[in-house]
C-alpha cells in the first residue's frame, strides 16, 4: 500500500520520522512511504505552498498523512490546509477524542467523544471582503447537500463503531435561515437511523454541559466554525491538543493529521512529542482496515504512557523525541 507523506514544518518532520518507524513496525513494513512537500518547506524548495504534485499523490494514493504546516500570518497565502480540504473535498473532520492513562492535565477521565465537524463550507468558506472602508462581511455558506452528508457521515460513524447517540449541534435560534437549514437536514437524515439516538442541543448548551460532564456525549457533528472550537475544547477535556489525532475524510480520499501546530518555539530541538501524529496513524490504519497493526499502536501508547517513564517535557518527563519513540518500538 502507498501512502502520501507530508512531513510538513517545524516539528513535523521529528514526529513524521517517530510516526513512520512506529508504523513500519507495527505493520512490518507494508506501507510505501511517497514523500511531498508543502507548506513553508515547498516554498522554500521554490514551489508554491500547495504543490500539485502533491495535491496529485494524495489523488493517486488515496490516503496520506501530514505533519503541522506553517501558515504565516499576513503573507498572503491561503491556509494549506483549508485548500487542501477543498481541493481534495475531505468534508469530514473526525476528532475522536478519548481519555489516555498517565499524567495528564485533564479535569475528567475516561472521556470518550467523537467530534465530526463540517470541514468545506460555513463560515469558513473563504468568502470575506471590506464592503466598505470599516465593515468588513464574511459569508457563511450553508448547502442542504454538505449539511445532509456530514450528519449522515455521523450516523453511519455511530452505526459502525457501536456508538449509542448522535448530538446535534446547532444556533438555529439566532441563524434561523442558516443554521435552520442545517438542522432541517440533520432531522431528514436522523429519520433513517431510527436505532440510534439522537438530540439537537444548541451550541452555547452544548459547551456548558460539555465543561458540566463530557460523558453525557457520544458522537457530536457540527458546522464548521463550531466544530472546530468545540473540538479544541473536547481536546482540553483530556489533557490539551497534545495528543489528540486527527483526519479529514472525503468520499475518495482521506488525509491524517495530528491535531497541534509546527511548535516553532520547540523545532528542531528533538523534544516534540511524536504521539498524537503516532494516534492520527493508528485512525488511518484503522480508516484502511489495518486493524491488528492499529490495535498494536494503540497498546504500545497505552503502554508507555501507563508505565511513565519515558515521556517528552510536555507530559512531565525529560526525554527525547527518538527515546519515547524507542520505547514505543520496545511496547511494540
Ligand atoms: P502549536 O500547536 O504549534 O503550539 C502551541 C504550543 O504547544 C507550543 O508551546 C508548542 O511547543 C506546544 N506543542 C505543540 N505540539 C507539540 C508536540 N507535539 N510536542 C510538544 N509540544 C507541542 O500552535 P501555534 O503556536 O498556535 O501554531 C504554530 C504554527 O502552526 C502556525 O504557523 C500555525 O499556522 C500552524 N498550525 C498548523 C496546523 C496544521 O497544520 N494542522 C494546526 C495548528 C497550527
Known amino acids: 500500500m502507498k501512502v502520501t507523506l507530508i512531513p510538513g514544518d517545524g516539528i513535523g518532520p521529528e514526529v513524521s520520522a517517530a510516526m513512520v518507524r512506529v508504523v513500519d513496525a507495527a505493520t512490518g513494513g507494508t506501507i510505501e512511504w511517497e514523500e511531498h512537500l508543502a507548506g513553508s518547506g515547498a516554498v522554500d524548495a521554490g514551489h508554491s505552498p500547495l504543490p500539485a504534485p502533491t495535491i496529485q499523490s494524495i489523488r493517486q494514493n488515496r490516503v496520506g498523512i501530514k505533519g503541522p504546516l506553517q501558515t504565516p ?13 477543498q481541493a ?4 469530514v473532520s473526525l476528532r475522536p477524542v478519548k481519555s489516555l492513562p498517565g499524567p495528564s492535565r485533564a479535569r475528567y477521565e475516561d472521556v470518550d467523544v467523537v467530534v465530526v465537524r463540517e470541514n468545506t463550507e460555513g463560515l469558513y468558506s473563504g468568502r470575506e471582503h471590506e464592503a466598505v472602508p470599516g465593515v468588513v462581511e464574511a459569508l457563511k455558506i450553508v448547502t442542504r447537500a454538505a449539511s445532509e452528508r456530514i450528519v449522515r457521515y455521523a450516523f453511519e460513524y455511530a452505526r459502525a463503531n457501536g456508538r449509542r447517540k448522535v448530538t446535534v449541534s446547532h444556533k438555529q435560534s439566532i441563524m434561523p435561515l442558516s443554521e435552520g437549514l442545517f438542522l432541517d ?3 431528514t437524515v436522523a429519520e433513517d437511523y431510527p436505532f440510534t439516538d439522537v438530540e439537537y442541543v444548541g451550541l452555547d448548551n452544548l459547551v456548558m454541559e460539555l465543561a458540566l460532564d463530557p460523558h453525557q456525549f457520544d458522537v ?37 493529521e495530528a491535531v497541534h501546530g509546527t511548535a516553532p518555539d520547540i523545532a528542531g530541538k528533538g523534544i516534540a512529542n511524536p504521539l498524537a501524529l503516532i494516534l492520527s496513524a493508528e485512525l ?15 497498546a504500545g501508547v497505552e503502554r508507555v504512557l501507563a508505565d511513565g ?24
Open 284 to 298: 488511518m490504519l484503522r480508516h484502511v482496515g489495518e486493524l491488528a497493526a492499529a490495535e498494536k499502536v494503540r
Open 185 to 187: 437536514a440533520a432531522r
Open 88 to 91: 481534495l473535498d475531505l468534508y
Open 73 to 85: 500570518i499576513g503573507s498572503g497565502w491561503r491556509s494549506v490546509n483549508v485548500s487542501m480540504r
Open 220 to 256: 457530536i457533528v457540527l458546522g464548521n466554525l463550531d466544530g472546530d472550537v468545540v473540538s479544541d475544547m473536547c481536546a482540553g477535556l483530556v489533557g490539551g491538543l497534545g495528543m489528540v489525532p486527527g483526519a479529514n475524510i472525503g468520499t475518495k480520499f482521506a488525509l491524517f
Open 309 to 332: 517513564s519515558v515521556l517528552t517535557g510536555d507530559l512531565g518527563g525529560s526525554a527525547t523525541t527518538e527515546e519515547m519513540t524507542d520505547a514505543l518500538m520496545e511496547a511494540l
